[in-house]
């Protein structure tokens, strides 16, 4: 089974079937490092029993210093990828995402200095709600256009608050 991480820093990351089944065979996890923020997730799953089946899990691995031999042991791969980004309405990637939700953190303070500059107080107000809005808010159009298929089937799976299928050929309720 593949497993969808939402990294913290607004990126997605798919470990295939493939890499999950890589990481059971050997008796190891898998280790994704996301190559847009640093952060290292260890996937992997345990066989609890004939009827129970395999119990997926996956843990952030926190400032762990690891040596190579370290890693042979306790990996059954390495990858570091930038996985995929979010667009939001705002015109910028994701560069945060919590709980379920999306946004980017950097459009605020670039658009908040050059609206200050232009526009009188009731103006601001207005765009600063409007951009507000944008940036919490993901562009579903492009970011199907821009994600291969065989990633969107894989995210759509999850139940998260900032991707709204409906509409759409991923909309699966
Ligand atoms: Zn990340």
């Known amino acids: 089974m593949a497993e969808v991480i939402f990294c913290k820093c607004g990126h997605i990351h798919v470990v295939s079937d493939k890499q999950v089944d890589n990481a059971i065979l050997s008796n190891k996890d898998h280790l994704l490092i996301c190559a847009s923020c640093g952060a290292s997730y260890a996937v992997g799953a345990e066989y609890e029993g004939p009827v129970e089946g395999y119990y997926m899990h996956r843990y952030e691995l926190n400032e762990e210093v690891m040596s190579p031999d370290n890693i042979k042991e306790r990996f059954s791969e390495v990858v570091y ?93």
């Open 81 to 173: 990828s930038k996985g995929h980004s979010v667009p939001m309405m705002s015109g910028y990637s994701a560069n945060y995402y919590f709980n379920g939700r999306f946004s980017d953190e950097r459009a605020i303070s670039m658009d908040e200095v050059k609206y200050r500059m232009m526009m009188d107080h009731i103006q601001f107000e207005e765009a600063f709600e409007r951009l507000n809005k944008d940036r919490h808010t993901v562009n579903m159009s492009l970011f199907m256009r821009k994600t291969p298929d065989v990633i969107l089937n894989q995210v759509c799976t999850y139940h998260i608050d900032g991707l709204d299928w409906s509409g759409t050929k991923y909309d699966k309720e």
